[in-house]
């Protein structure tokens, strides 16, 4: 039996993943942005271990999220999920005066693997649009030029994918591998979206409990279960190393 930590477990991806964990008999801590949505979470979900809370667009939440998961214990895998969309009219600055897309998807994961005690596993949600992110690393939170909500959304799909290879790199003893789920039915992907719900969930669960060769694996980008070439630019461990130093700076945290 495995433990494992899903990080926006309140609902879609999140929540079908620590559901399908249960279902095999593995222990799983969710996680919540608030008390209404964890009450809510612990309702629907009761096998739950534990429900964390914290909103990850705030560094301070986050690092409450990171202590709390720390204080429940080691985990074998962490699945970094949590994301916000791609369909935001005009930048929204969080407390920290980022985006909220760059606070969310990008810089709350660099932060809880960089504070919570180190798993054997991590898993990053990407997408597809990853494929269109601008790997220049410029701009990260959208000052200096005009917004487009899809563009910053694929440039955290990017950087996620580059945070996993950056861990791969650095931490060998752990196997820290990116997913593109598919576009999916859930809040995020919206009702017309075409690919197979369930299949979504299920390379980040394989990745973080399975013990298949092909999913022990370090440095790697899955589509359900296979392997797939991810941007050419995550490979690059200067650009690797650039969004690092950046997340250092932003966050004021250094990856251990
Ligand atoms: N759906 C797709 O088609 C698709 C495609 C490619 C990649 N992905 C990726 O898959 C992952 C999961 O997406 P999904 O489709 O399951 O999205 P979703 O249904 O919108 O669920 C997102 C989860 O993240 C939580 N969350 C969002 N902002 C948060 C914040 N500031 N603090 C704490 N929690 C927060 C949400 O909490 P609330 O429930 O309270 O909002 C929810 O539990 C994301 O990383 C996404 O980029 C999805």
Sequence with gaps: MARVFITGSSDGLGRMAGELLLEQGHSVVLHARNEQRAMETRKVVPGAEQVVIGDLSSITQTRGVAEQVNSVGAFDAVIHNAGVGYRSASRIATEDG???????????????????????????????????????????????????????????????????????RRWPDVFSNAVEPGWVATKMGGPGAPDDLDAGRQTQVWLAISEDPAAKVTGEYFFHQRRRDPHPATRDPQVQDKLIAVCEKFSGIKLP
């Design 98 to 168: 980022l985006s909220l897309e760059f606070a969310v998807n990008t810089l709350a994961p660099y932060i809880l693997t960089a504070l919570i005690a180190r798993p054997k596993r991590l898993i990053y949600l990407s997408s597809g649009l990853h494929q269109n992110g601008d790997a220049s690393l410029n701009d990260l939170t959208w000052e200096q030029r005009p917004w487009r909500g899809q563009q910053a959304y694929s440039d955290t799909k990017l950087h996620d994918v580059l945070l996993a290879f950056a861990i791969a």
